[in-house]
């Protein structure tokens, strides 16, 4: 029983895993119909869909396919697909007149004809909006033209499957070969990588690297492709989109110019993911590229761009789609072009650009259509030179706010100042900027700007003009103290209003002048060529201006033939930092970054442009052309002087070699307050004259120290003149002593001026000065016990050599004059020939503070250093220079110019 039992229980068994392998083979067999099913439907439906379902009924072979009933559902949905996407006749027709009309010349023409033409379009006008890829259907449409968008529209991405790489390759070559064909040779730079080539992916395209047309990048070089594309686009837009116009293409159409080229970089890949730092990169380089000028053609490159992107993806089955067709339009791209074809086109491309290259910009190509059409809100900037036959700016803008020139001499300096001048006071107006030019070295680059006897006209930006001051350090330091008060002021101006920077103080005082300022110092590094106190105090001012100029629109443009200049800034990146511009000229050595020597081997008229500090791969090359010549600045200068010389006075024309007239420094002494002595011109912006008021004080005398005659009896005879001048008329009296033979003549002319103001004058010789000066002294007394008296005004010719005749009685009457005289009207102007003769004199009855004022001429700092006790001087003789101090005024002495009369012109 158990036996039969165990049998019946294995008999079940059995029966059950063959009714379960039955179940599973009829299941197989069902799902594999299905499946076989499926495929046959979608076979049916693929082929029904790209040879159109017209097409197909028409095909015997076909025709009883599609009576079957098997396939009767797909049929029936493609029939209602195809009515959904019924095209009428005209819409192909319509759909290629929009690309026609959009995809201009070479961009969008059939054939192949096209490939043998060179484009012209320089980006400034009409562009392509489209590009032609191909011909597609919808449905059993007519085929219309296909064209994606890229120059400054869009970037591009084609995806492909394994065995369509080729026909993807194909259609970015004729793409790129379009481009080229329509926009000028130069106007657009390629970059091609391929994560599997070293030669990349576009060979036929190789004879553009000749002339840098074409980079090809290794595969190991993405990053530094994306680096150099980031740097690219940090330098637009700090450097070309300063004015705040939003892309290259807004800059083009509201300038009429377009100097950055197009850059097209085609990165293709194998499908797989970029590594994050180089993906992330990326995606940043497309954000920012399109407003740059940057465009992307990613082939089987995956990535998300925040960016506009159009797409076309090759598929396994053969179809072809768009972003700009959908996907049901069925894109058929144009046929490869022939690689000899391709090569050819390259080649001649290559060789118009080379010519391009060659041409010579010319000093007019630096001038605008029109003058004065920018703004200088964000900055300044304006070609100097030539690039490829492109120009090359320079800016001064807050990220690059000063600009620091090196070269020796003769290589070309001078030229590249005067071209910059030019370039950018075409550009401007005077409300825009305005210039302070200074040329150290003796020569007068910059004297052409102002007006002379043969050229009547000025340049009306031209503020200041600084010339032959080689010895008048003085002069530069006088600049930076002008535009050290100039940044207060405008600093002060920007708080009251609530903002920090001159952009702002614009925009929120649009009825102020605030123009932007251009300092120019040409061979600056006579400017710390001593250690004294000018050179302290303008290290000082220099350090302030440039530190803080940058945000009150207040820039240095430094230029020097050697290196002294720029060591006076070593251990002071205060200053040296802020020179972000640099410009080297040919063996031009220390401008530069010191691993940085591209300027050894330039060519002459030729310079180095960094906007970057200095570091190597802010190197741009240029050309400057001639400047110098006559027909270039002066016709530019004349032009600009019938534009504005009647809202803009002539530049103040400061010359080293030239003295004040008398007459000139006297214009505005009348009387009106207290007497005034012009004893020359204060070396400032201004020209400010040089007075020393001699009000009824103790100590209100004026000494003049040094042997000469000259000078010294120049400076007498204008500060004689101001007191006749500024007295009332007919109230004073004047005592001339012509104690030398040589002074008898300067005085009798100082009589004269005291006559014309109606005043009376009595010239006292040699032998009659002791008993005058005697009587002078006993009025001196009266006046103080009570007895009034007219001003009076001493002036002694060769003070010293009144001791030959002076008794220990005249003497003492002389010291009572200068001690007491003063305080009741009587002033002493006196010429000393020895400082130690003075100083006899002011022993016992006067002091040193008797002499108020004094001016040290042919006399060493060393010999007048008792005049002013606790101070170090540090002075040397100069020709028609003095040492001027007033006690009343200076805590220290200051440098002034010697005036000439009338008579000695």
Same mark, same amino acid.
């Given at each position: 029983?158990?036996?039969?039992?165990?049998?019946?229980?294995?008999?079940?068994?059995?029966?059950?895993?063959?009714?379960?392998?039955?179940?599973? *083979?009829?299941?197989? @067999?069902?799902?594999? @119909?299905?499946?076989?099913?499926?495929?046959?439907?979608?076979?049916?439906?693929?082929?029904?869909?790209?040879?159109?379902?017209?097409?197909?009924?028409?095909?015997?072979?076909?025709?009883?396919?599609?009576?079957?009933?098997?396939?009767?559902?797909?049929?029936?949905?493609?029939?209602?697909?195809?009515?959904?996407?019924?095209?009428?006749?005209?819409?192909?027709?319509?759909?290629?007149?929009?690309?026609?009309?959009?995809?201009?010349?070479?961009?969008?023409?059939?054939?192949?004809?096209?490939?043998?033409?060179?484009?012209?379009?320089?980006?400034?006008?009409?562009?392509?909006?489209?590009?032609?890829?191909?011909?597609?259907?919808?449905?059993?449409?007519?085929?219309?033209?296909?064209?994606?968008?890229?120059?400054?529209?869009?970037?591009?991405?084609?995806?492909?499957?394994?065995?369509?790489?080729?026909?993807?390759?194909?259609?970015?070559?004729?793409?790129?070969?379009?481009?080229?064909?329509?926009?000028?040779?130069?106007?657009?730079?390629?970059?091609?990588?391929?994560?599997?080539?070293?030669?990349?992916?576009?060979?036929?395209?190789?004879?553009?690297?000749?002339?840098?047309?074409?980079?090809?990048?290794?595969?190991?070089?993405?990053?530094? %492709?994306?680096?150099?594309?980031?740097?690219?686009?940090?330098?637009?837009?700090?450097?070309?989109?300063?004015?705040?116009?939003?892309? *290259?293409?807004?800059?083009?159409?509201?300038?009429?110019?377009?100097?950055?080229?197009?850059?097209?970089?085609?990165?293709?890949?194998?499908?797989?993911?970029?590594?994050?730092?180089?993906?992330?990169?990326?995606?940043?380089?497309?954000?920012?590229?399109?407003?740059?000028?940057?465009?992307?053609?990613?082939?089987?490159?995956?990535?998300?761009?925040?960016?506009?992107?159009?797409?076309?993806?090759?598929?396994?089955?053969?179809?072809?789609?768009?972003?700009?067709?959908?996907?049901?339009?069925?894109?058929?791209?144009?046929?490869?072009?022939?690689?000899?074809?391709?090569?050819?086109?390259?080649?001649?491309?290559?060789?118009?650009?080379?010519?391009?290259?060659?041409?010579?910009?010319?000093?007019?190509?630096?001038?605008?259509?029109?003058?004065?059409?920018?703004?200088?809100?964000?900055?300044?900037?304006?070609?100097?030179?030539?690039?490829?036959?492109?120009?090359?700016?320079?800016? %001064?803008?807050?990220?690059?706010?000063?600009?620091?020139?090196?070269?020796?001499?003769?290589?070309?300096?001078?030229?590249?100042? *005067?071209?910059?001048?030019?370039?950018?006071?075409?550009?401007?107006?005077?409300?825009?900027?305005?210039?302070?030019?200074?040329?150290?070295?003796?020569?007068?680059?910059?004297?052409?700007?102002?007006?002379?006897?043969?050229?009547?006209?000025?340049?009306?930006?031209?503020?200041?003009?600084?010339?032959?001051?080689?010895?008048?350090?003085?002069?530069?330091?006088?600049?930076?103290?002008? *535009?050290?008060?100039?940044?207060?002021?405008?600093?002060?101006?920007?708080?009251?209003?609530?903002?920090?920077?001159?952009?702002?103080?614009?925009?929120?005082?649009?009825?102020?002048?605030?123009?932007?300022?251009?300092?120019?110092?040409?061979?600056?590094?006579?400017?710390?060529?001593?250690?004294?106190?000018?050179?302290?105090?303008?290290?000082?001012?220099?350090?302030?201006?440039?530190?803080?100029?940058?945000?009150?629109?207040?820039?240095?443009?430094?230029?020097?033939?050697?290196?002294?200049?720029?060591?006076?800034?070593?251990?002071?990146?205060?200053?040296?930092?802020?020179?972000?511009?640099?410009?080297?000229?040919?063996?031009?050595?220390?401008?530069?970054?010191?691993?940085?020597?591209?300027?050894?081997?330039?060519?002459?008229?030729?310079?180095?442009?960094?906007?970057?500090?200095?570091?190597?791969?802010?190197?741009?090359?240029?050309?400057?052309?001639?400047?110098?010549?006559?027909?270039?600045?002066?016709?530019?200068?004349?032009?600009?002087?019938?534009?504005?010389?009647?809202?803009?006075?002539?530049?103040?024309?400061?010359?080293?070699?030239?003295?004040?007239?008398?007459?000139?420094?006297?214009?505005?002494?009348?009387?009106?307050? @207290?007497?005034?002595? %012009?004893?020359?011109?204060?070396?400032?912006?201004?020209?400010?004259?040089?007075?020393?008021?001699?009000?009824?004080?103790?100590?209100?005398?004026?000494?003049?120290?040094?042997?000469?005659?000259?000078?010294?009896?120049?400076?007498?005879?204008?500060?004689?003149?101001?007191?006749?001048?500024?007295?009332?008329?007919?109230?004073?009296?004047?005592?001339?002593?012509?104690?030398?033979?040589?002074?008898?003549?300067?005085?009798?002319?100082?009589?004269?001026?005291?006559?014309?103001?109606?005043?009376?004058?009595?010239?006292?010789?040699?032998?009659?000065?002791?008993?005058?000066?005697?009587?002078?002294?006993?009025?001196?007394?009266?006046?103080?016990?009570?007895?009034?008296?007219?001003?009076?005004?001493?002036?002694?010719?060769?003070?010293?050599?009144?001791?030959?005749?002076?008794?220990?009685?005249?003497?003492?009457?002389?010291?009572?004059?200068?001690?007491?005289?003063?305080?009741?009207?009587?002033?002493?102007?006196?010429?000393?020939?020895?400082?130690?003769?003075?100083?006899? %004199?002011?022993?016992?009855?006067?002091?040193?503070?008797?002499?108020?004022?004094?001016?040290?001429?042919?006399?060493?700092?060393?010999?007048?250093?008792?005049?002013?006790?606790?101070?170090?001087?540090?002075?040397?003789?100069?020709?028609?220079?003095?040492?001027?101090?007033?006690?009343?005024?200076?805590?220290?002495?200051?440098?002034?110019?010697?005036?000439?009369?009338?008579?000695?012109?």
């Amino acid at each position: 029983m158990v036996v039969f039992g165990r049998r019946r229980r294995i008999r079940e068994a059995y029966e059950a895993l063959c009714t379960s392998i039955a179940t599973a *083979l009829g299941g197989a @067999e069902t799902a594999a @119909e299905r499946v076989r099913r499926a495929h046959l439907d979608a076979v049916v439906e693929l082929l029904l869909r790209e040879k159109g379902l017209a097409a197909a009924r028409a095909d015997p072979a076909l025709a009883r396919v599609l009576a079957s009933s098997g396939v009767a559902d797909v049929v029936r949905r493609v029939e209602q697909d195809a009515s959904a996407l019924a095209v009428p006749d005209e819409v192909p027709a319509r759909l290629s007149a929009i690309v026609a009309d959009a995809a201009i010349g070479a961009a969008g023409d059939r054939g192949t004809s096209w490939l043998e033409r060179t484009g012209d379009l320089d980006g400034t006008g009409a562009l392509p909006g489209l590009w032609r890829i191909g011909t597609a259907r919808l449905g059993g449409s007519a085929p219309f033209d296909v064209a994606v968008p890229l120059l400054d529209e869009s970037h591009l991405q084609v995806t492909t499957a394994l065995d369509r790489r080729e026909a993807g390759i194909a259609v970015v070559q004729g793409l790129l070969m379009r481009v080229l064909s329509t926009v000028e040779p130069g106007a657009v730079e390629l970059h091609v990588w391929d994560v599997g080539q070293l030669t990349g992916p576009l060979p036929d395209l190789h004879p553009l690297t000749r002339t840098g047309l074409l980079t090809v990048h290794d595969p190991s070089g993405l990053a530094p %492709l994306l680096e150099e594309l980031s740097d690219r686009i940090r330098r637009v837009h700090n450097r070309v989109l300063i004015d705040g116009q939003p892309s *290259l293409r807004a800059l083009a159409q509201e300038t009429g110019k377009r100097d950055e080229p197009w850059v097209v970089a085609v990165l293709v890949g194998n499908g797989q993911a970029l590594p994050d730092d180089e993906h992330r990169q990326l995606q940043r380089v497309a954000r920012g590229g399109l407003a740059c000028g940057v465009h992307l053609v990613l082939v089987d490159v995956p990535l998300a761009m925040g960016a506009p992107v159009e797409t076309i993806a090759f598929t396994t089955s053969g179809l072809v789609t768009t972003s700009m067709t959908g996907p049901h339009a069925q894109v058929e791209p144009d046929a490869p072009l022939e690689p000899t074809a391709v090569s050819a086109a390259c080649h001649r491309i290559a060789d118009e650009h080379d010519v391009r290259r060659a041409r010579i910009g010319t000093f007019v190509d630096l001038l605008p259509d029109k003058p004065g059409t920018q703004r200088s809100i964000a900055g300044l900037h304006a070609p100097i030179g030539f690039d490829g036959g492109r120009d090359r700016q320079l800016l %001064l803008v807050d990220a690059s706010p000063h600009a620091l020139i090196g070269g020796p001499s003769g290589s070309g300096k001078t030229n590249l100042l *005067l071209a910059m001048i030019a370039s950018m006071a075409s550009r401007y107006s005077p409300d825009e900027l305005e210039l302070y030019l200074l040329d150290f070295k003796e020569g007068v680059s910059f004297a052409q700007l102002a007006p002379s006897r043969q050229d009547e006209s000025w340049l009306p930006h031209a503020r200041l003009i600084g010339v032959n001051i080689n010895t008048d350090r003085e002069f530069g330091l006088a600049l930076l103290r002008f *535009l050290s008060a100039e940044l207060r002021r405008r600093a002060e101006a920007a708080k009251e209003h609530g903002v920090a920077k001159l952009e702002d103080l614009r925009e929120v005082d649009p009825d102020g002048r605030w123009p932007r300022i251009v300092a120019v110092v040409d061979e600056f590094q006579y400017l710390f060529g001593v250690r004294d106190t000018v050179t302290r105090e303008s290290i000082r001012l220099l350090e302030d201006v440039a530190r803080r100029g940058r945000s009150q629109g207040i820039h240095l443009v430094l230029a020097s033939q050697d290196v002294s200049g720029i060591e006076a800034f070593w251990g002071r990146p205060a200053i040296f930092e802020q020179f972000v511009v640099r410009i080297a000229l040919p063996r031009a050595r220390r401008i530069l970054d010191e691993r940085n020597e591209a300027a050894l081997d330039l060519p002459r008229w030729h310079a180095v442009v960094n906007h970057e500090s200095g570091i190597r791969h802010g190197n741009e090359i240029v050309r400057v052309p001639n400047a110098s010549a006559r027909g270039t600045v002066d016709v530019v200068q004349r032009h600009l002087h019938a534009l504005y010389a009647e809202q803009n006075p002539p530049p103040r024309l400061f010359d080293g070699s030239r003295s004040p007239r008398t007459e000139d420094l006297l214009a505005g002494a009348a009387p009106g307050g @207290e007497p005034i002595a %012009l004893v020359g011109q204060v070396i400032d912006v201004a020209g400010s004259p040089a007075t020393v008021p001699l009000p009824d004080v103790p100590g209100r005398n004026l000494g003049v120290l040094g042997p000469g005659l000259r000078d010294a009896v120049r400076l007498l005879d204008c500060a004689g003149a101001a007191l006749a001048a500024t007295h009332q008329p007919g109230t004073a009296e004047v005592l001339l002593a012509p104690l030398v033979v040589d002074a008898r003549k300067p005085a009798d002319r100082l009589a004269a001026r005291f006559a014309d103001h109606g005043h009376s004058s009595r010239t006292v010789p040699l032998e009659e000065f002791g008993e005058r000066i005697r009587e002078l002294a006993a009025e001196v007394t009266a006046r103080h016990a009570g007895t009034p008296g007219r001003p009076v005004v001493v002036v002694l010719y060769a003070a010293d050599a009144a001791e030959a005749v002076l008794d220990r009685p005249g003497t003492d009457a002389l010291r009572t004059v200068l001690h007491f005289g003063p305080e009741v009207g009587v002033h002493v102007l006196g010429w000393w020939r020895s400082v130690a003769r003075l100083k006899a %004199l002011l022993i016992g009855g006067a002091a040193v503070d008797d002499l108020g004022a004094w001016v040290a001429l042919d006399v060493q700092g060393t010999e007048v250093q008792t005049l002013v006790p606790g101070m170090l001087l540090s002075w040397s003789p100069r020709p028609g220079r003095g040492l001027w101090f007033d006690r009343a005024q200076h805590a220290d002495p200051e440098v002034i110019i010697v005036p000439t009369p009338e008579e000695d012109l």
